[in-house]
Each structure stands twice: as C-alpha cells, then as structure tokens.
C-alpha cells in the first residue's frame, strides 16, 4: 500500500484485514521501488498524488524494472476523466480504484488482480517447465548430433579408398550423404588379378535405419576372400567372381529371410576384367549405368531390372558391355538424375549425359568433384535432397 498518507494506508489495510494478506506500507514512490526490489509483492496499490514522484511515476519505473514475477498495480485517484485512465494504462496499471475507497469494491478489484496473478503463476510455471523441457531436449539433441556425426565419419570410412590407380585403369569414387548419415554406398574390391569387382546401391529412405542397412550390406562386398566376401567364390585355381546374377539372388534372399526389413535396395554389381576391358554387370533397380566414350558421347546401359529385397521370386539378367580403351563406365544414384532445379525439373538422364559431354576432358575425381559442383549449380544448393553417389572406371590400354 503506496501513499503518503498514513491514515489511508491504515483504512486500506483494514479492509483487507482476515483475507490472508501480508500488506506492506510505503510513504512514498521511491520507498515502495526498495521494498519492490527486496520482497516478493504480488500486488500494489498505491496513489495517484504523491510528493516525490507521483503513482504514476512510480508505476512507470516499476515497470521497467526487470522482474521474473508480474506485479499487478492498482491505481487510487480521485480522478475520472478519460485522459487520466489512459495515461494510467498507457505506463502499465492494471485497474484504477476511486477514492474514498469503498471495502466492498477493494475486495473486487483485488479479486480480479487474484485471478490474474494466479493465471501468470500458472502461466510461469509451465514456462519453467517448457524451458526445462527445452533445455534437456537441447541436450538430447546435441548428443544425438555428435553420436551423427561420428556415424557419418564411421560410414564414410567404409569408403577405404577413394580413387585406386590399376596398370589398365583408375577407380574414382564419391559419396554425399544429403543428411548425416545416408543410404547410398560405393566401393570395389580385387576377385583375381586382372579382374575387379565394382558396385553402387541405395537403400531406400534415409537416416539411421537406411546406414545401418548400408553397412550390413557393405560388409557382404568387402575384403577379397570367399569366406568375407558375398561375390567371391573359390575357382580351381583360386578365388573367382560369382556371376553379377547369382550375387543380386543371393542379397535379394538374405534380405528377406534373414535382415527382415521394410526396407529395399537398388544396386548395380560389375565384374570388370581390366585386361580385355570386358564388363558383366547386373542391374537390380538402379539407375542405368554409363559408358562413355572417346569422343565424349554416352551409352546407356541396361533395362532396369527389380530392386533387391522386395520379392523373393525375382528374376535378374545379366549385362555385358566391352570398354575400349579410353572409355569409362560410370555407376551413380538416383540423387543425381532425380535432382530437381528451383523450377522442380530433375536433371534426368539426359541432363547428365550433356553434363558428362562438358566434362569430358576430366579423369578421376576431378571429373566426379566437377560433376558435384555442377549438380550444386543445377539444384541451386550443395544440400542436396537425396543421397548422391558415384563410382567411376575409366579403362586404359593394357599394351
């Protein structure tokens, strides 16, 4: 209770006596501003004409004053008119109260300011809680980014070599996950000397589900031994490749009998022989490889076939091609050719077969970097909306 006068303070408080209120005076403005800052007011009714600074004054400096609690303010004025209610509300007082003041309407105006109060405490504490809520899911998501993080360093590490120089030819490879970790994968593996195995596949969706698939799979295509590795069986004289068929039936069994996913895979698998340049490939699903040429063209390879894990009785056939010197067969995901530019128009087989003819004169990975950064100009952005992929041989001649 805020006025300078002792026996309103007085008469104000006894109409307040036996409600539960612990009532506070003040003389003046500046001497209710400290007991503000010391104790927790909840409301405060306080005159309009003071010496010092006025109610108003008063009310306008508690105001600014910063607080983690709403104090409701009453104003107590023998004013009337229009003018004073809106200056009063305009520097941040709740309700006005006429004076003399009448018990039975002091009880109703703090009745209401009760209300309030009560609604800002509750309001506060479901901030607290939200804020608390807030600053644990913070927490959950910063670890859940760093435990991303070392997932992507762990799934780009199944890339154990980026490019391989052969006497007969070069191996580029690039993945780029369109989030941390992706389903797309790459990569290749010696079957004898001569002859090299050579894959890419997309597992469909993205996240964690769809890497932790990646790397089951990767692990059926990794390492040169029969024992390790799902392509590789043992021939008379040692290790040969398994037909590119026979390796989407056996991926095609495993995931339905034993992985048991929702998931399925699209995959090329090519056998390569760097000697004569012969190629046996299978295509389950995946876009279709490339050969390109000296002369910069481009040949499409295959006729599209079914993605691995979806029907048990499907039925695969082999693709054979025959690389000349100089040419290069290019393997890549559906993140390139379904790239969509600002107008939403994907890039398209097409488009990245004029692509190719630009880039022509590139080998290796400055071909495959070129391309990204052409994608990127194409999509507008390097956050690319699907996982991109591609695995690159370029063929030289064995003599």
Same mark, same amino acid.
């Given at each position: 209770m805020v006025d300078d006068s002792r026996g309103q303070r007085m008469v104000v408080e006894a109409g307040l006596r036996g409600r539960g209120f612990t009532v506070h005076h003040a003389a003046s403005g500046q001497e209710a501003l400290a007991l503000c800052?010391?104790?927790?007011?909840d409301l405060v009714l306080s005159d309009w004409i003071m010496p010092g600074i006025t109610g108003i004054e008063f009310c306008r400096a508690l105001r600014a004053t910063p607080m983690d609690r709403y104090v409701y303010f009453i104003l107590l004025t023998s004013k009337s008119d229009k003018t004073a209610v809106t200056e009063g509300?305009?520097?941040?007082?709740?309700?006005?109260?006429a004076k003399p003041v009448d018990p039975?309407?002091?009880?109703?105006r703090i009745n209401a300011g009760e209300r309030v109060l009560a609604m800002e405490r509750t309001l506060r504490g479901n901030n607290a809680l939200l804020s608390d809520t807030l600053h644990k899911l913070r927490a959950l998501y910063d670890s859940l980014d760093r435990d991303l993080i070392e997932a992507r360093n762990l799934q780009q590490s199944l890339l154990r070599e980026r490019d391989h120089q052969y006497d007969t030819g070069q191996i580029s490879l690039i993945l780029r996950p369109s989030g941390h970790v992706g389903g797309d994968m790459v990569g290749f593996f010696d079957i004898s000397p001569g002859v090299v195995g050579l894959y890419a596949f997309d597992v469909s969706g993205h996240g964690v589900t769809s890497a932790l698939l990646t790397a089951r799979l990767s692990g059926l295509l990794s390492g040169a031994s029969p024992d390790h590795n799902i392509a590789i069986t043992m021939g008379p004289d040692g290790p040969i490749g398994r037909p590119p068929t026979d390796v989407a039936d056996a991926i095609n069994r495993l995931?339905? /009998?034993e992985i048991q996913t929702e998931?399925?895979?699209?995959?090329?698998?090519a056998i390569i022989d760097r000697r004569s340049g012969l190629v046996r490939m299978v295509q389950a699903g995946h876009p279709h490889p490339i050969i390109q040429h000296q002369d910069g063209s481009c040949t499409q390879l295959g006729h599209g076939g079914m993605p691995v894990g979806l029907l048990g009785d499907a039925i695969y056939h082999e693709v054979q091609a025959k690389l000349m010197p100089g040419e290069r067969l290019l393997?890549? /995901?559906?993140?390139v050719t379904e790239c969509p530019n600002a107008r939403g128009d994907e890039l398209g087989q097409e488009g990245l077969e004029e692509t190719l003819r630009d880039l022509a004169a590139l080998r290796g990975n400055a071909l495959l970097n070129a391309l990204m950064w052409d994608l990127a100009r194409w999509h507008g952005s390097e956050d690319f909306p699907d996982d991109? /992929?591609?695995a690159l041989f370029e063929y030289i001649d064995p003599g």
């Open positions: 800052a010391e104790l927790p007011i509300l305009d520097v941040g007082a709740d309700d006005f109260l039975g309407e002091l009880r109703a995931m339905l /009998s998931r399925y895979v699209t995959l090329i698998y393997l890549i /995901s559906d993140g991109v /992929s591609c």
